[in-house]
């Protein structure tokens, strides 16, 4: 029910998209991107409200990700600018309907299936 995309290979210093499509009636929570590198927790990156009206950053992506979602679409976003080899990592897109506890990832219901993004250095 939800479905990531827009990973891919790219530079130090590049950019990419990544997108979370919902279906099934699974889009009216709060919206989080989470990822996991090969041998590490996975952890998180951001999350959105409803309304799109607050958000929450990772300190690791602060200034450089930014979480964005189109209601009306039922797609959420994640734009992540100025990529470092570190953000090497498998991203997840999820949903939750309860507030708080936004960086934890038990706390959300609804998971994507992870789009891999590779930052060459």
């Known amino acids: 029910q939800l479905q990531a995309s827009g990973g891919g290979l790219v530079q130090a210093g590049g950019s990419l998209r990544l997108s979370c499509a919902a279906s099934g009636g699974t889009f009216n929570g709060y919206g989080g991107w989470f990822r996991q590198a090969q041998g590490k927790e996975r952890e998180f990156v951001a999350q959105?409200?409803?309304?799109?009206?607050?958000?929450y950053y990772a300190d690791s992506v602060k200034g450089r990700f930014t979480i964005s979602r189109d209601n009306a679409k039922n797609t959420m976003y994640l734009q992540l600018n100025i990529l470092k080899p570190e953000d090497t990592a498998v991203y997840y897109c999820?949903?939750?309907?309860?507030?708080?506890?936004?960086?934890?990832?038990?706390?959300?219901?609804?998971w994507g299936q992870g789009t891999l993004v590779t930052v060459s250095s």
């Open positions: 999820a949903i939750k309907y309860v507030s708080g506890s936004y960086y934890q990832a038990p706390a959300y219901r609804y």
């Open positions: 959105i409200s409803w309304s799109g009206g607050t958000t």
